[in-house]
């Protein structure tokens, strides 16, 4: 086994958010943040709707002080409002404002690849190539939560390349956004993802910093439509069910 392939399980610890971590529970004012920020990416909860943290509470199984700690982070990433004498609700999120904020993500992982590609070792290039044909694979045999998780592995080892850990984390602070399993759930997703890594992958292998740029770029703003169109659909389906129920 390679250097990269032994050393990736450990150092992928060091990027990974708090609810990403397979090997802990999050702390739980971070699984309260994530249950309720995937009941909002889903439509489960709607703009201007009041968050009944005992709710929360009673489904995760904790007591109301975590809850609402997770809702206090959830509004400084602009997903909740605290209103006086009502408490927490739903903060307006369209899919221009999910757009926008892979338009952000476009911007830093675009420069995160840029500086792989300028530092890229032959090695960690048949790395990137053996990640991105197991990942093809997966897309092939409809794996999507394997696919979930390679696609995650490919971002975060040219992240790792690219060794700009302030710009790596400042990525992650707009990955909260979308939880990685929701990915899955993506009509198309999968091809698109190995379809765009081809790309990106070509790019880093010719060490062409700006066409790595490019490719990556343009590949969060595709993931950014897909999200976008994903979210509108799930609120017309929920919007039809609740006229009609």
């Keep these: 086994m390679n250097t990269v392939a032994r050393d990736l399980p450990a150092l992928q610890e060091t990027?990974?958010?708090?609810?990403?971590?397979?090997q802990r529970r999050p702390q739980l004012n971070d699984e309260?943040?994530?249950?309720v920020r995937e009941l909002i990416l889903t439509g489960q909860l709607q703009p201007g709707e009041f968050i009944r943290m005992d709710r929360i509470a009673r489904d995760l199984r904790i007591s109301t002080t975590p809850v609402r700690e997770g809702l206090l982070a959830l509004r400084g990433e602009g997903f909740v409002q605290l209103e006086q004498r009502r408490g927490f609700t739903v903060a307006p999120l369209s899919p221009s404002d999910i757009q926008d904020v892979f338009a952000a993500q476009a911007v830093l992982a675009g420069e995160l690849a840029a500086r792989a590609a300028q530092r890229i070792s032959a090695e960690q290039t048949n790395e990137l190539q053996r990640l991105q044909q197991t990942l093809v694979d997966a897309v092939?045999?409809?794996q999507t939560a394997r696919v979930e998780a390679l696609n995650h592995d490919f971002h975060w080892m040219i992240n790792h390349i690219a060794d700009a850990p302030k710009i790596a984390w400042l990525l992650s602070v707009g990955g909260r956004y979308v939880p990685r399993r929701f990915y899955a759930t993506i009509a198309g997703w999968p091809q698109a993802s190995a379809e765009d890594h081809?790309?990106?992958?070509t790019a880093l292998t010719r060490n062409d910093a700006e066409a790595s740029r490019e490719a990556m770029a343009q590949h969060m703003l595709h993931a950014g439509d897909l999200l976008a169109g994903h979210l509108s659909q799930l609120r017309q389906a929920l919007d039809t069910s609740r006229n009609t129920g």
């Design 15 to 22: 990027v990974r958010l708090p609810d990403q971590s397979p």
């Design 32 to 35: 309260a943040a994530s249950y």
């Design 140 to 142: 092939e045999q409809g």
């Design 198 to 201: 081809a790309t990106v992958l």
